[in-house]
């Protein structure tokens, strides 16, 4: 299981989540096509010379400022059964990318990945860290007589995750609680059947 990461404390880390806060902020606000060195430094309120010398480009100030989320201290759910830790957890994807308060940085984000190949890597990253803290969903789901042995636990955080995903990006319908709640459970009946 993951855990949180440590760095270094002090002036320089405190710059360096400033200019990173400042990145996802300007690409929440204008998207990656539109992001600059110059506008994050200027958010940031650092010299652009420093960004410039540490992160070379707005990609790279994209791609690190992705990975900030595999510093966090998020938790995959647990509570109590292989469906409703699904439903938890593709409802809280719906969460992130309907809601208008919080949507812009998590689809901007997705929309990054596509037009930059270091933002692409560090998306993948971020999604490896997050199914490595799912691994207790499937072990406990195992545990509980939900899941055969051996069941791929990325697998069924892909399976329930996908049709979410599919539904934003790909064919655009509405996304829902109930859409949620549904794939969560057909994705643990699969389970239970050892489909995964």
């Known amino acids: 299981m993951a855990t949180e990461k440590t760095r270094p404390g002090g002036r320089t880390e405190r710059t360096r989540l400033a200019v990173l806060q400042a990145t996802l902020d300007e690409l929440a606000e204008r998207g990656y096509a539109a992001l600059t060195v110059e506008a994050v430094a200027e958010r940031a309120g650092i010299h652009k010379t420093t ?13 690190e ?8 201290d998020w938790k995959a759910p ?6 409703g830790d699904l439903a938890s957890l593709t409802r809280e994807l719906v969460h992130w990318f309907t809601n208008p308060a919080v ?16 933002a692409a890597d560090a ?24 899941a055969p042995d051996g069941t791929d ?3 069924v955080v892909r399976a329930a995750c996908a049709p979410i995903f599919y539904r934003l990006f790909v064919s ?21 059947a050892g489909a995964y």
């Open 78 to 83: 647990d509570t109590g059964t292989l469906e």
């Open 123 to 146: 998306l993948r990253v971020f999604y490896a860290d997050r199914h490595e803290r799912c691994v207790d969903i499937v072990a406990r789901a195992v545990d509980r007589g939900e």
């Open 65 to 72: 400022a992705l990975l900030l989320g595999t510093e966090q």
């Open 172 to 192: 655009r319908e509405p996304v829902t609680d109930a859409i949620a709640d549904a794939v969560a459970r057909s994705t643990a009946i699969a389970v239970k």
């Open 51 to 63: 960004l410039y010398r540490r992160w070379r480009n707005a990609e790279g100030l994209v791609a």
């Open 103 to 118: 949507s812009a940085l998590p689809t901007a984000s997705v929309s990054a990945g596509f037009q930059s190949e270091q």
């Open 153 to 155: 636990p990325v697998d």
